[in-house]
C-alpha cells in the first residue's frame, strides 16, 4: 500500500515541478503562457480526479504529502498570477478577444453569484482581486453594482485597472493596493467576496467583523482537501460568530461559502437582497 503513498507523492511533484519551470520559462517567452494554462488545466483535472481523492482521503496526513501539497499551492498560486497579468497585458494589447474570454469566464461565475443576490445598488468589496478580476468584472457588467478590487500586488492592481478600462467598466470597477483597515469603502459595503488564493483569510474575517456592517454578506472561496492544493483552506471553525451557507458546486476547483455575523440577530435586522 505504502506505493500508492509514494506515487501519489510523485504526480504531485511532477505538476509542481513542470509548473514551476513553465512559469520561468513564460518570463523569457510568453508563447509558453499556453503550455502553462495547459498544465494548470492539468492540475484541475487533478483536484476534481474522484481516484486522487481518495489517494487524498488515505494520505493527506500524511507529513510528505502535506509538505507536498503546500509546496505546490504556493507555485501553483505564482503560476496564476503570472498567467493572469498574461491575460490582462494580451488584452490591452488587443492579442485577445475581451469579449468571448469574459462570456466564458462569466458564466462560471453567475452561477456562483446567483446566491449573492447582488444588485445595482450594492457595493461589493472584492480582496484577493488580481490582474484580470473576472468576478468583479461580471458583477459590474451584469448588475451595474459598484465594485471595490482590493491587491496587495500594485502591478496587478495597475493591469486591472487598464483592463477594466477596456472593457469600459472604469466608473464602476475601481481598484486599490491599500490594506482593508484603510479603506471607507467598507464601512458602506454590502457584499464582500474573498478570493480563494487570499493566504490571511483569517485576518481578514476578524477586520470584517470589526468594521463591516452586520448586514453585509461574505462570500469566502477556499479549497479543503486536495483543493488545498491550489487554494488555501478554511480549517478554523467560524460557527462562534458567523453563519455558514455552503454554496452548492458541481465539480469546481474550489469550494464557496456565503457567511454573515451573528450580531446582526442580536439586533434583529432583516436581511435583504
Not at 494554462?37 to 493527506?60: I, V
Not at 461589493?124 to 448588475?143: N, Q, R, Y
Request: aromatic fraction near 8%.
Amino acid at each position: 500500500m505504502m506505493k500508492h503513498k509514494y506515487a501519489f507523492l510523485l504526480s504531485m511533484q511532477s505538476i509542481e515541478y513542470e509548473i514551476k519551470k513553465l512559469t520561468l520559462f513564460s518570463k523569457k517567452c510568453s508563447d509558453c503562457f499556453e503550455l502553462l494554462q495547459l498544465k494548470l488545466d492539468e492540475l484541475c483535472r487533478f483536484m476534481t480526479s474522484e481516484q486522487n481523492e481518495e489517494q487524498w482521503q488515505l494520505w493527506g496526513h500524511h507529513k510528505e504529502i502535506k509538505q507536498q501539497s503546500n509546496q505546490l499551492r504556493h507555485t501553483s498560486t505564482q503560476a496564476l498570477c503570472e498567467m493572469e497579468k498574461y491575460q490582462s497585458i494580451s488584452t490591452l494589447e488587443k492579442k485577445m478577444d475581451k469579449s468571448d474570454y469574459l462570456t466564458i469566464l462569466s458564466s462560471a461565475v453567475k452561477d456562483e453569484l446567483n446566491n449573492f443576490r447582488i444588485g445595482a445598488s450594492s457595493k461589493v468589496l472584492f480582496v484577493g482581486s488580481g490582474a484580470f478580476p473576472t468576478t468583479a468584472l461580471t458583477i459590474a457588467k451584469e448588475t451595474s453594482a459598484d465594485v471595490l478590487c482590493l491587491d496587495i500586488d500594485r502591478e496587478a492592481v495597475d493591469l486591472g485597472r487598464r483592463v477594466a478600462e477596456v472593457f469600459g467598466l472604469q466608473a464602476k470597477v475601481l481598484f486599490s493596493e491599500n490594506s482593508l483597515k484603510e479603506q471607507s469603502f467598507l464601512k458602506d459595503a454590502t457584499h464582500v467576496i474573498i478570493a480563494s488564493l487570499v493566504g490571511n483569510k483569517y485576518e481578514v474575517l476578524e477586520e470584517l467583523k470589526k468594521n463591516l456592517n452586520v448586514e453585509a454578506k461574505i462570500m469566502l472561496r477556499y479549497g479543503n482537501g486536495l483543493k488545498s492544493v491550489f487554494n488555501y483552506p478554511l480549517e478554523i471553525d467560524l460557527s462562534e460568530d458567523w453563519d455558514m451557507t455552503p454554496v452548492p458546486h458541481g465539480k469546481s476547483i474550489y469550494d464557496t461559502m456565503i457567511i454573515q455575523s451573528k450580531s446582526r440577530l442580536s439586533v434583529g435586522t432583516v436581511i435583504s437582497g
